[in-house]
């Protein structure tokens, strides 16, 4: 497709168990972006990659949160032991440059019970 | 001090009045200023950039700019239905990632 595509767009999970995000960027951008979004607030960013380096994983909020995007294209969000405070909107966003505009897939809506 | 400051609102514009929406910002070293409309349930969309100090138009938008001031605006003209949204500012730091404010909630009054 056109546009960044993220899967599961809802994903329902038990307390203590392990989820997977995937995102398939823009062919061709190398700047992929991780947010969290919670409701009412605006998207606060997780991890950044270009290509298949993680350059700046400062937002991740705890060690249970890990990010790989290994061959510089689709990448994954993968959150451990998961807790009620992690259910959020995740988003992922796509740049074909570094500062550049990003364009977002639709999200993943997970919600910890 | 939080890095991307908005008015929350929510901001009531009668339709056809300008909607005017202000940001202000903390990182000196921001070069790029992007503006997104999110609608409810959907993911931002990029409505507006904008690089340099001063006015940047299009169509019923029009960005400004105040480096100096480190402040960033947006005003819709003409105001539609549609346009009744949460508009979030994001400068794009030093580092090039984007920071997002809170948003600020707009709806347009028929």
């Known amino acids: 497709g056109a546009g960044v595509s993220q899967s599961p767009r809802y994903k329902v999970a038990k307390r203590g168990q392990d989820v997977a995000l995937r995102c398939d960027p823009i062919?061709?951008?190398?700047?992929l972006f991780w947010y969290q979004q919670a409701l009412g607030q605006g998207p606060e960013f997780l991890t950044y990659f270009q290509n298949e380096a993680q350059l700046d994983k400062s937002g991740l909020p705890s060690d249970r949160f890990f990010a790989e995007r290994p061959e510089g294209s689709v990448s994954t969000l993968k959150i451990q032991r998961t807790q009620q405070e992690d259910s959020a909107v995740y988003l992922c966003a796509s740049s074909p440059f570094r500062g550049g505009e990003l364009f977002f897939g639709e999200g993943s809506r997970l919600t910890v019970l | 001090q939080k890095e991307v400051e908005q008015n929350s609102g929510p901001l009531s514009v009668p339709e056809g009045a300008i909607a005017s929406l202000n940001c202000t910002y903390s990182d000196r070293g921001s070069q790029s200023f992007f503006w997104y409309r999110q609608y409810s349930g959907k993911s931002p969309e990029l409505i507006m950039s904008?690089?340099?100090?001063g006015d940047k138009e299009d169509g019923r938008f029009t960005a400004q700019l105040n480096k100096a001031s480190q402040y960033v605006s947006l005003l819709i003209r003409d105001s539609q239905p549609s346009d009744s949204a949460t508009y979030l500012c994001?400068?794009?730091?030093?580092?090039?990632?984007?920071?997002f404010g809170t948003g600020t909630r707009l709806t347009i009054i028929p």
């Open positions: 994001a400068p794009a730091g030093g580092n090039e990632k984007l920071t």
């Open positions: 062919s061709g951008h190398v700047s």
């Open positions: 904008i690089y340099s100090n």
